[in-house]
């Protein structure tokens, strides 16, 4: 399977948004509209995954100061999932972070996302806290300093470019 990573600096398209909000609605249960949430995000990054000409995968995140990034949301649709392409789209992103000087990466998750907190872990996150949000959820905090970031040469996935 060739999959092709593409990198978006601002809002892509608007059917690369209405892909972005029907994979996310897939993932998460969710009908919340992700244009509207990523209007005003400083440095917001979109990273997707396609399957020829299917997103079946996206990474979305944005600046929380000068050289601290937030990894905001991401997800890989089901059937395509066990391929290492949320490896590879985080991969991406840290390097795409680091070179443009970003040092620190962080994110949260739930414990209902394991198999997210897991990978987290594995590619060197760090849980620094954990706290009740406003709707009453267990919220687990990590951060990853990216200047060990190391793009590993064996992802299964391959990229087409």
Not at 97 to 110: I, P
């Amino acid at each position: 399977m060739t999959i092709k990573y593409l990198i978006y600096n601002s809002l892509p398209s608007e059917d690369v948004l209405n892909e972005l909000n029907l994979l996310h609605s897939r993932v998460f249960n969710t009908s919340e509209d992700l244009a509207a949430k990523m209007a005003n995000k400083p440095q917001l990054l979109i990273i997707t995954a396609m399957a020829g000409t299917k997103l079946v995968g996206y990474k979305i995140g944005y600046e929380l100061k000068n050289d601290k990034f937030y990894s905001w949301l991401g997800g890989v649709n089901p059937a395509y999932r066990g391929y290492g392409i949320a490896s590879a789209l985080m991969k991406r992103q840290h390097q795409y972070l680091m070179e443009r000087g970003y040092r620190v990466v962080q994110t949260k998750t739930m414990n209902k996302w394991r198999a997210m907190l897991i990978l987290n872990l594995k590619n060197g996150f760090d849980v620094i806290d954990t706290y009740i949000d406003e709707k009453g959820l267990h919220k687990i905090k990590l951060e990853k300093q990216l200047i060990s970031v190391k793009v590993d040469e064996e992802i299964r996935v391959l990229d087409s470019n």
